[in-house]
């Protein structure tokens, strides 16, 4: 089984500056990746996947992640943050379709104004 | 297309009894995974149901069942209710490309 570990459980920055939030994943196997971000009181919403291809991956809302399989990471980045995107946000693996998706412990953003 | 949609959004029970929740995918989804999410536990994978199979399965006791309808509606049911399973209850559908989309919970409070 997959492990997926976001090694920031906060993360408070102020708004406009960049911010990067970190995931690693436990298996060198071909995997999907994902991030997702939740909002109070609400569902996750997909943020960006990796499934194949080129390894920097761009997602809505101005967030991008890059692929290392090496490093078996898989970290979101967003060069200036807003108010609006405080919220906790989940990295997620998948072994392929069809498989069980892992998630991270998450990361709570917090943007300061 | 419209998303997932879960019903009811609240609810609120008491111990020993037991509740049924309900999950519509996105319209062609046949894959439908059930989460449970506390603050102290994270995100739990509950299980998963394809084409009216459960195909994965997390580790939580017999209480919590579920099923899939031919119409790829699901619905989960936890028997015997306990504080502890007070909880936001998540469902996702999964496109045929792997990703799987929300809904926007159910939110369980056991008294």
């Known amino acids: 089984a997959q492990s997926v570990t976001q090694l920031d459980s906060q993360v408070p920055v102020f708004e406009e500056a960049p911010v990067e939030l970190r995931c690693n994943y436990s298996?060198?196997?071909?995997?999907?990746l994902f991030w997702y971000v939740q909002y109070p009181n609400q569902g996750l919403q997909l943020l960006l996947k990796y499934l194949s291809g080129s390894t920097l991956v761009k997602g809505i809302n101005g967030f991008e992640a890059e692929f290392n399989k090496s490093q078996t990471s898989f970290h979101l980045r967003k060069p200036s943050v807003h108010i609006s995107d405080t919220a906790e946000y989940f990295c997620a693996v998948s072994e392929g379709t069809g498989n069980q998706f892992y998630f991270g412990t998450g990361t709570s953003l917090t943007v300061i104004p | 297309k419209a998303g997932v949609t879960q019903t009811p959004r609240y609810l609120i029970k008491t111990r020993g009894q037991q509740v049924t929740l309900s999950c519509s995918p996105i319209s062609g989804h046949r894959s439908v995974s059930w989460y449970q999410q506390t603050p102290g536990q994270g995100l739990q994978f509950l299980f998963e149901y394809f084409s009216e199979t459960q195909r994965n399965k997390g580790n939580f006791p017999g209480r919590f069942s579920g099923r899939q309808f031919s119409n790829s509606r699901s619905e989960m049911n936890v028997s015997t209710l306990e504080l502890g399973d007070s909880a936001l209850y998540l469902c996702?559908?999964?496109?045929?490309?792997?990703?799987?989309?929300f809904g926007p919970g159910t939110r369980l409070t056991v008294t």
């Open positions: 298996s060198s196997v071909s995997v999907y």
């Open positions: 996702a559908s999964s496109s045929a490309h792997g990703e799987q989309y």
